[in-house]
């Protein structure tokens, strides 16, 4: 993956969620049990992925270790996804046809801002949110919004999240009538999410430590993830302070 940032940025913070159980095994990131459910969000994994992912990069909101403390008001962020919530957008579409009444509660969820929406409460977050769905490489794509935020004078910092739940049956139809090789780039093979904390880089080190561009994806099994998890995996995940793009 070549660069596509115009100034270099830190990263302050990272992390990464690979599908639980046996097809994790080996994966950064490997939750090391079922992720917890988020209360109003049902059937699906997208919202609990994307919840679970920010607050291992955040930190708990009012503790030491939340990194939106002070800043929340020039806190953007950036979520991706190829398909977004497909289970949900099922659920609701097999209703329909089956002649059901259509659950609020399932299309309040299948917005992907929905969760997003859950996450600028419990954090206080007040700057500009974008999800963006592209083709062939949503990380770039991603990281691109996020430099342009950052060129803005109001955000000090961006958090990129990248989401996908494992390919169902609307995923693989899509996938063979449009043409996955020319428009689509690699799935995770199951759920996966990465998150990233992106700050301006200062020549000081106070806003993280220098590391090198990620080259050749290391870790196929996350898609088109594979870039943002080496970024993540190239910063201690134990730590706070990570590295620079």
């Known amino acids: 993956m070549t660069t596509l940032l115009a100034q270099p940025r830190s990263i302050v913070a990272a992390a990464c969620r690979a599908p639980w159980g046996e097809a994790a095994d ?34 708990d909101p009012g503790t030491e ?42 299309f309040f969820q299948s917005v992907t801002t929905s969760i997003l929406g859950h996450l600028t409460k419990r954090y206080g977050i007040t700057g500009p949110i974008s999800c963006i769905s592209a083709g062939t490489d949503p990380a770039a794509e991603a990281l691109q919004l996020a430099d342009l935020l950052l ?6 910092q961006v958090l990129v999240i990248g989401v996908e739940t494992a390919a169902n049956e609307r995923v693989d139809w899509v996938r063979e009538r449009v043409g996955s090789a020319r428009l689509f ?61």
């Not at 759920?191 to 080259?215: C, F, Y």
């Open 65 to 106: 270790r939340d990194l939106t403390a002070g800043r929340a008001g020039r806190t953007a962020i950036v979520l991706a996804t190829t398909y977004g919530d497909t289970t949900t957008s099922d659920v609701a579409t097999q209703r329909l046809v089956a002649g059901q009444v259509h659950s609020p509660l399932l």
């Open 26 to 59: 080996g994966l950064p990131g490997a939750a090391p049990a079922e992720l917890p459910n988020v209360p109003g969000f049902v059937l699906s994994r997208f919202s609990p992925l994307v919840a679970e992912v920010a607050g291992a990069c955040l930190g």
């Open 151 to 156: 060129d803005e004078e109001e955000v000090e």
């Open 185 to 245: 780039g690699p799935l995770p093979q199951g759920d996966a999410a990465v998150a990233l904390l992106l700050r301006r880089w200062n020549a000081d080190g106070s806003a993280g430590l220098p590391a090198a561009e990620p080259t050749v994806p290391q870790w196929p099994a996350y898609g088109w993830l594979a870039p943002l998890v080496e970024l993540c995996t190239a910063c201690d995940l134990s730590s706070s302070t990570s590295t620079t793009l």
